[in-house]
């Protein structure tokens, strides 16, 4: 894959986020933007509307006000669309869960070939070539044939990377990649995430781990009372 540089192209884009839930506002104009080959970590104490920034880049929370746009792709203030009119944006974006939401009565294989070959129409050739591909990049190809309750947590970790990058998309984003992790492979991990953004992908990494923050992200950027209080750039 040749990947623009991070100079040429924004791989997210987010103005003036405002998020509702019921009477309670969560976000109050949050603006973020991410290159392309960086990797941004979005901090912040429980409840201040991490995981909800992420669920909104990711098509799967509305929101009230503002505008996010992935790699030229625009999600509208509203309801959240229905997949249908989503195939452009999930394209663009993989989503790496914190449960890692693997699909329990497939193979590891099976499940990073699903999308491009049921969403995405490509040949079970292609997709598990690149299935193939994805997953000894990340140093699991021998558990290919294992189903996700053989995994450790580590390795079904891999796996939901390898998944959410089958479709090629430009911008990847993590909800607590670390919270399951020994501290040999959140080092490992951090080496993962470094090559991937190495690749020209923007990574958006939702997390409490400051230390493993510190580690591998370019900027650190903290949310509080439902606003960005202080981005900073690692050294």
């Known amino acids: ?6 100079a040429a192209r924004t791989a ?11 009477d309670k506002p969560v976000l109050l104009g949050v603006d973020l933007e991410i290159a392309a080959g960086e990797i941004c970590a979005l901090m912040g104490e429980s409840g201040a509307g991490k995981t909800t920034v992420l669920r909104v880049v990711a098509a799967l929370q ?19 669309p229905p997949e249908s009119q989503l195939r452009e ?7 790496v869960f914190q449960s890692h939401a693997l699909f329990e009565h497939l193979t590891a294989l099976e499940n990073v070939m699903l999308a491009p070959v049921h969403a995405f129409g490509q040949s079970r050739a292609d997709a598990e070539r ?6 000894a990049s990340l140093g699991v ?21 390898a998944r959410a990058l089958a479709p090629d998309p430009h911008l990847l984003l993590m909800d607590e990649p670390t919270s399951a992790l020994d501290p040999a492979r959140r080092s490992a991990l ?14 958006m990494i939702v997390t409490h781990d400051m230390e493993f923050a510190q580690s591998c992200a370019d900027r650190i950027v903290v949310l509080s009372d439902g606003r960005i209080a202080n981005p900073q750039r690692n050294s």
Not at 12 to 22: A, C, K, N
Not at 143 to 153: D, F, K, M, N, V
């Open 190 to 203: 951090a080496d993962s995430l470094r090559a991937l953004a190495g690749q020209g992908r923007g990574l």
């Open 130 to 135: 690149t299935a193939l591909q994805l997953l």
């Open 141 to 161: 190809q021998a558990r290919a044939g294992a189903y996700p309750r053989q995994l450790s947590g580590g390795e079904a970790q891999r796996v939901a990377i």
């Open 89 to 95: 944006l999930r394209r663009r974006v993989g989503v």
């Open 1 to 6: 894959m040749t990947s623009p540089t991070s």
């Open 62 to 80: 509305s929101f009230s006000q503002g505008q996010v746009t992935i790699d030229g792709v625009s999600l509208a203030p509203g309801a959240v």
């Open 12 to 22: 997210l884009r987010i103005r003036d986020l405002h998020v509702q839930r019921g």
